[in-house]
Nanobody, 120 residues
Framework: QVQLVESGGGLVQAGGSLRLSCAASGLTIATYTMAWFRQAPGKERELVARIARIFDITVYADSVKGRFTISRDSAKNTVYLQMNSLRPEDTAVYSC?????????????WGQGTQVTVSS
């Protein structure tokens, strides 16, 4: 059974940093494309960052480029999202996702999400 468990969310002031973690079980993250999505109240879910299963190619939403970094630690079977220079508009529920394809449009496995709140 595949499980993705996010942690690291919380309340932070604008300009601060947080690191989200996504601990995976039931799959090996090194062979999956992993991603972070977010959904703010009243808005659609959006892709924040993705790291491909081949060559670790990364893709970022324009709104987070230069501020957020996605990475994976295969030894810990965990994916991270380092978020710097946070803004109030980054407030959302952040969810981890996994898929066995290289560039999936819809991800197969999802975590429950972790709340990130950025105060101004």
């Amino acid at each position: 059974q595949v499980q993705l468990v996010e942690s690291g969310g919380g309340l932070v002031q604008a300009g601060g940093s947080l690191r989200l973690s996504c601990a995976a079980s039931g799959l090996t993250i090194a062979t999956y494309t992993m991603a972070w999505f977010r959904q703010a109240p009243g808005k659609e879910r959006e892709l924040v960052a993705r790291i491909a299963r081949i060559f670790d190619i990364t893709v970022y939403a324009d709104s987070v480029k230069g501020r957020f970094t996605i990475s994976r630690d295969s030894a810990k079977n965990t994916v991270y999202l380092q978020m710097n220079s946070l803004r109030p508009e980054d407030t959302a529920v952040y969810s981890c996702a996994a898929d066995s394809r290289v560039s999936p449009l819809n991800f197969e496995y999802w975590g429950q999400g972790t709340q990130v709140t950025v105060s101004s």
